[in-house]
C-alpha cells in the first residue's frame, strides 16, 4: 500500500541562506526572556529537528553543536548541556529522516516526538548530574507543544520552496 500525500505539488530546492537564516532566528527566539516559561518549545530544536529531516546536508550535527554552545552561554546555564541535547537531535532527525518523511504531517509529529523529549530527558539528566533540583512536570510540555507546532512550522518553513502551480503543456512533470 503506497502513502498518501497531500499535496501532488514538486517543491524547489531548499536555499542554503534561507535554511540558515530560519535557524538563526530560532536561535533568536529561544534568547527571548520567555524562553523559560512552561509551554514555550525550544525553538532552536524544532528547526534543527525539521531542517535535519529536510535537509540533512545543510543543517546537521556541526550546527547543533555551535547552537548548543552558543545557547549554554545565553542561557547561562552548564556548558554542553545544549550542545549535546542539539548534536543529537541533529543525529536523530538525519537517521530518520528517510523514514519520517513517508508520512503526513500528523505521524510525522508522532515520529518527531521521542526525538524533542530525548532532547529535554537529556538535559534535565545533565542538570540532575550537576547537583540541580529537579523541575516540575512541565518541562515536558516543551516537547509536548513543539510537536504540536511541527504542522504550522512545516507549512512555513517550506513556503519558499513551493513551485507555482501555472502548468506548462511542453514539460512532463
Known sequence: MQPTFSSSRILLPARPWFVHLTVILAFLLNCLPTGNWPGVPDWVALVLCFWG????????MG???????AMDVADGSLMGQHALAYVLVAY???A???R???????????HVLPILV????????????AGAEPPSLYFLATPLV???LWVPVTYLLLLPQYQPVERDANRPI
Do not use: D, H, K
Not at 53 to 60: A, I
Not at 63 to 69: E, M, P
Not at 100 to 110: N, R, S
Open 92 to 94: 536523530a532527525a538525519a
Open 63 to 69: 550546527w547543533g553543536f555551535v547552537l548548543g554552545l
Open 118 to 129: 530525548g532532547a529535554e530527558v537529556l538535559q534535565l539528566a545533565i542538570r540532575a548530574w
Open 146 to 148: 513543539a510537536t504540536v
Open 96 to 98: 530518520l529522516s528517510r
Open 100 to 110: 519520517v518523511l513517508w508520512f503526513p504531517l500528523l505521524t510525522q509529529a508522532l
Open 53 to 60: 529531516v529536510r535537509e540533512s546536508r545543510l543543517v546537521g
